[in-house]
């Protein structure tokens, strides 16, 4: 008897799994609808590709579906059992409203599975809480809320699904101490043959996205927002980081962050990037690599499309650590490194109140050039084209549009700039810094 009760209580709190099938009513247990399960989109590299294939993947069979339980309780937990019992062709569907996550999800044990997100998915603004239980990377004292990886994986948020960092408390503990570890809203972690889309993810106390040791990932559609109220800036909010990544497009998105609007990190190859709407950004940048030192970092094979940027420090932006260590601020120091940037290409770019269109540096954290130049970068740059870029510059610099500081000639080939059309807003002659490159392949006005 006290065993059969067991299992009725054992049963009761698993996910409720029926067959699955788009557009599927999902009832309250009072009888009243929670939300209808969307079918999940067809998502491809479009109009470019790296190249590289995407499997297809098949039908889903059944769905989990999770009720939130209100009132500010934790729905970690029932997610995770969702996961699981759904992981190897179901869906989980979030149709609630509002769930509030006030634990870590470590969902990387993925097998052919969907998630449905339709509603909000909060994170607790708990400070203490998540700096002890967030997931811990290596590289750079990263951390994050919730990781999700494995093979196979679909995850679609309609454009309504949405994920919410409750950024404001990091960004105001940030301005007080800038050694706490602001958790990254999500991280993709040895993800592979996946989409993301359709999602809308707000106020991340750190990156919103990283991608690390993930292969064959589509992101479209994902819609980013956030900012702080206090006059505690939200710093570093990168839109994504790619780490030890191959195979990855990042498309039909729109930014609004106040760092990167997305990085490569070292070891990102066959990258894809086109039709972004980037506001408030640091651009699209190569790095920073050559942090650590002696350590090898690899960006090869990158095509970045289609991009308006607007109200951003760069549009084009590569950024390589010089050969002798430097501290860039309290909790950003590094140089030293060795490795390679090869094949990157800008194409297509239409920009408006943008510092620099272009910048490319080989002294990234070391304000001394003579230093730099003393020990140039042991991280070669070479096979990158910038080209179609259209708009205005800011004021900042004026009438420099664009900065290209190679640390040796030595270490810097085939860079070339093509049908590059930025003016200063003061309508003078537009003019470019151009140290250590060979100026014969810029068709820009160097100085
Ligand atoms: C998922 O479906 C495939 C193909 O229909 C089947 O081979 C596999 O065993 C299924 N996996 C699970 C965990 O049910
Ligand atoms: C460029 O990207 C925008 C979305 O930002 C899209 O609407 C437009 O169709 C794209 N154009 C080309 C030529 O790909
Ligand atoms: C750009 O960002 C600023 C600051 O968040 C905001 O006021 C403005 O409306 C945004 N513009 C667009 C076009 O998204
Ligand atoms: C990048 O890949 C190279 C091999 O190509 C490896 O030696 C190096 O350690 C990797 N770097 C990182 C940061 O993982
Ligand atoms: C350069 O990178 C692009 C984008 O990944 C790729 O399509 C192209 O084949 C690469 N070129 C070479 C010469 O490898
Ligand atoms: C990581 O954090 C420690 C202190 O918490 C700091 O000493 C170190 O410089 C940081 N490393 C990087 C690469 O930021
Ligand atoms: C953002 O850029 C738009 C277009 O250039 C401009 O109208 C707006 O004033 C800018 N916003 C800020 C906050 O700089
Ligand atoms: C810059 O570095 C050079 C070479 O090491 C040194 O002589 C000079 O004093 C440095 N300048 C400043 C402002 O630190």
């Not at 769905?63 to 339980?69: K, N, Y």
């Not at 093979?151 to 105001?172: E, P």
């Not at 289609?306 to 760069?314: F, G, H, R």
Request: with cysteine.
């Amino acid at each position: 008897m006290r065993l059969i009760g067991f299992f009725v209580a054992a049963l009761a709190a698993l996910p409720e799994v029926v067959e699955c099938a788009a557009g599927r009513v999902h009832h309250a247990k009072d009888g009243s609808v929670i939300g209808t399960t969307a079918g999940r989109p067809t998502i491809l590299p479009k109009p470019l590709t790296t190249g590289k294939q995407f499997i297809k993947s098949e039908r889903r069979k059944r769905t989990c579906f999770v009720d939130a339980l209100g009132n500010g309780q934790d729905d970690g937990p029932q997610i995770l059992a969702a996961a699981q019992e759904c992981n190897g062709n179901g869906t989980v569907a979030l149709l609630s409203p509002l769930y509030t996550i006030a634990t870590p999800l470590d969902l990387t044990f993925l097998n052919g599975i969907d998630f449905d997100i339709q509603g909000t998915l909060k994170f607790t603004p708990d400070t203490d809480f998540w700096q002890e239980n967030s997931f811990k990377y290596t590289f750079q004292n990263s951390s994050a809320f919730w990781q999700f990886g494995g093979y196979d994986v679909h995850i679609f948020g309609s454009g309504k699904g949405t994920i919410d960092g409750s950024g404001q408390v990091w960004y105001d503990l940030y301005a007080k101490d800038p050694l706490i570890l602001r958790p990254i809203l999500i991280a993709y972690n040895g993800l592979h043959q996946a989409t993301v889309s359709g999602l809308k993810l707000r106020y991340s106390p750190q990156w919103y996205q990283v991608v690390i040791d993930s292969s064959d990932v589509i992101f479209d559609d994902i819609d980013i927002f956030g900012g702080s109220v206090s006059s505690n800036p939200a710093k570093n909010t990168d839109g994504w980081d790619t780490y030890r990544s191959d195979n990855i497009v990042i498309q039909n998105s729109h930014i609004d962050n106040g760092d990167d609007c997305v990085s490569f990190k070292p070891n990102s190859t066959s990258v894809v990037v086109q039709g972004l709407f980037c506001n408030g950004s640091h651009g699209i940048s190569v790095g920073s690599l050559g942090q650590y030192y002696k350590v090898y970092d690899l960006v090869e094979d990158v095509y970045v499309y289609n991009i308006t940027m607007i109200n951003a420090s760069d549009m084009a932006r590569i950024k390589v650590w010089p050969g002798v260590q430097s501290a860039l601020s309290v909790d950003l120091q590094g140089g030293g490194g060795i490795g390679l940037v090869n094949n990157i290409t800008y194409d297509t770019m239409q920009i408006s109140n943008v510092e620099y269109g272009i910048e490319l540096t080989q002294c990234y954290g070391q304000k001394n050039l003579t230093l730099c130049n003393e020990y140039p970068s042991t991280l070669t740059i070479q096979n990158v084209m910038f080209k179609n870029m259209f708009g205005t510059a800011s004021k900042k610099y004026d009438p420099t549009v664009g900065t290209l500081v190679c640390s040796s000639p030595s270490v810097c080939h085939n860079i070339y700039a093509q049908n590059i059309n930025v003016v200063p807003p003061s309508g003078k002659a537009p003019k470019y810094t151009c140290t250590n490159i060979d100026r014969t392949l810029l068709n820009i006005p160097c100085v």
